[in-house]
């Protein structure tokens, strides 16, 4: 019989908005995806256990880009039964890295304060898929991504953009890759 344990502290069900790198390594590969939470249509920001869960949703969950990426990209057949992704997903290995970028208040309003929240996080996934996109020997999911920050990111911050940069070069530092 076998058994195994998992410890969830207190981080792991903590809602916030979060930056993480996903790394799996399946048949002496290295794939990544760059993520983050905070939603665009609802007032939230998930804890990482609850975002990890739903990328393992099966079925046509918007959420599972995991699996989606996992079944597209490194199988190469979107035709898998849900038994064998799983047999195959058994022979990978995933990490997940979380970084809470700003602590999650339901109590914000939603068009200002978890706006710029949500905005901050976008900016510096953005980024970092940027970087991380620019590197050849790297194979990143997130879909292609020209520039440091998108359009968007860089009306809204103008002024600001310093601050993003430093936290995002910080996480790359932490990641070992230099900016």
């Not at 916030?16 to 993520?35: A, T, W």
Request: aromatic fraction near 14%; proline fraction near 2%.
């Amino acid at each position: 019989m076998n058994s195994f344990e998992i410890t969830i502290g207190p981080d792991w069900i903590t809602s916030g908005y979060y930056l993480y790198v996903v790394r799996i390594d399946y048949k002496q590969k290295q794939y990544f995806y760059i993520g983050q939470t905070g939603d665009n249509h609802y007032h939230t920001a998930r804890a990482p256990l609850y975002r990890i869960g739903g990328h393992f949703a099966k079925g046509t969950s918007t959420e599972n880009q995991i699996v989606k990426y996992f079944k597209s990209k490194i199988l190469e057949n979107d035709n898998e039964t849900p038994f064998e992704l799983e047999q195959k997903l058994k022979k990978s290995s995933l990490k997940y890295k979380f970084w809470k970028i700003c602590d999650y208040d339901p109590t914000d309003d939603k068009v200002t304060e978890h706006k710029a929240k949500r905005m901050l996080v976008q900016a510096i996934e953005h980024y970092i898929i940027h970087k991380l996109q620019d590197r050849k020997e790297l194979v990143v999911f997130n879909k292609k991504v020209n520039g440091k920050y998108s359009k968007s990111k860089l009306e809204y911050y103008q002024n600001e953009m310093k601050a993003v940069d430093d936290k995002a070069l910080t996480i790359l530092k932490e990641l070992g890759y230099e900016a």
